[in-house]
């Protein structure tokens, strides 16, 4: 692992109650003041998008124990074919979300490794650098924001959906 130094990354405890809100993104990203100078991904950037990344993980992986307990602690064998139904359409839909988090959760990885090999915070396709900003909003990007809206048009022309970047 390369010497990337620990910044601490900022979150409340009340921010767990809405779950949905982990597949929009990490919750109270504190904005990252570049000095001046201060090279582009740098140790000092890595490390607070590391941090970032491994905070967002952490949540997602708590959210991930919070279903199976929750399915193992409610499932019931109702008598009446409504309530069943009704249960079953929950526990449905929890776990399409779970299913959904669990891909976020290989794009962190993916993201993390990036951080390690030193690629992180450049675009997959031009080379160029996705920008602080961007990561921040979205840290799991690998395409600037030139790239991404060309792919996005594409897949409106043409219908075709290249997920090999996203």
């Known amino acids: 692992m390369r010497d990337i130094p620990r910044v601490t990354v900022e979150f409340d405890e009340h921010d767990s109650a809405d779950p949905g809100s982990l597949l929009a993104g990490p919750r109270n990203v504190k904005p990252y003041i570049a000095k001046r100078g201060e090279q582009y991904m740098g140790k000092q950037q890595l490390g607070h998008f590391q941090q ?15 279903t199976v307990t929750h399915m193992k602690d409610e499932a019931a064998n109702f008598p009446d074919p409504n309530d069943r139904a009704t249960q079953e359409e929950e526990f449905s839909l929890e776990l399409r979300t779970r299913d959904r988090e669990r891909k976020l959760i290989r794009k962190i990885d993916d993201a993390l490794k990036r951080i390690e090999d030193g690629s ?47």
């Open 120 to 166: 992180y915070g450049y675009c997959l396709e031009t080379g160029e650098e996705i920008g602080i900003k961007r990561l921040e909003a979205r840290p799991v990007a690998t395409l600037s924001l030139e790239a991404q809206e060309r792919r996005e048009r594409r897949e409106r022309q043409y219908g075709d959906r290249d997920d090999r970047y996203r």
């Open 52 to 66: 970032i990344l491994l905070s967002w993980k952490r949540d997602l992986m708590v959210e991930v124990d919070r």
